[in-house]
């Protein structure tokens, strides 16, 4: 199927989203994230943190979920690309692109960040599909994606995104129980109020509980190819 009809890969679904703030006071922020439901997590955000929002976009909606970067492997590659959209001034791949500008709005710098990271490695090499939400926020990339990337319109169907299920371990997930809101990440010591949820470890008897973001730090922090032990990695893993 041609770009205009965006067709999907086989597979569970993983994507990196940009958001747009459409609340007059706030116009114009945006907010980089992840997630497996596109849908449900415009929702919460939009609901606020007693939703399962993020603190960053918590009582200044309404939010609008105007692109989505979907076809990532698996959920750690798909957090490496958000947390390197989030902080490319710390990404040693984006070291080529250039700092914000005084006259340059944050929705145009981010679309420029993208467009160098969907041509810089790994990214370049990965089955990406770019994904406009929305049609009236559609600008063309400048440097354009790859010939390999093709662009696709509307929401995502919910037959692609049904496999998902609760299976994922990296699922944005719904407010955790209020015993659970306390409790430190393993690898930051912070408390675990994270936007998109704590990540816990399936081996039993493990105590890992981290934030994505600081997973995701953690492995970028990895030599190529290599994994390093966790500080309290459960001896199952």
Sequence with gaps: ???AGGAMRPGR??????LYCLNP???GRVYVGFT???AR????HNGGRRKGGAWRTSGRGPWEMVLIVHGFPSSVAALRFEWAWQHPQASRRLAHVAPRLR???AFAFHLRVLAHMLRAPPWARLPLTLRWLRADFRQELCPPPPPHVPLAFGPLS???LASNRRTNLFADTEPQPAQ????????CARVLQDEEGPLCCPHPGCSLRAHMICLAQEFLQEEPGQLLPLEGQCPGA
């Excluded at 679904?13 to 940009?18: E, P, R, S």
């Excluded at 997590?41 to 919460?44: E, S, W, Y």
């Design 1 to 3: 199927m041609g770009p």
């Design 13 to 18: 679904f993983f994507g990196v989203y940009l």
């Design 25 to 27: 006071r706030h116009r």
């Design 36 to 38: 497996v439901n596109p």
């Design 41 to 44: 997590r415009v929702q919460q």
């Design 103 to 105: 006259s340059e709005g």
């Design 158 to 160: 919910p037959r692609v």
């Design 180 to 187: 659970d809101a306390e409790a430190p990440c393993t690898l």
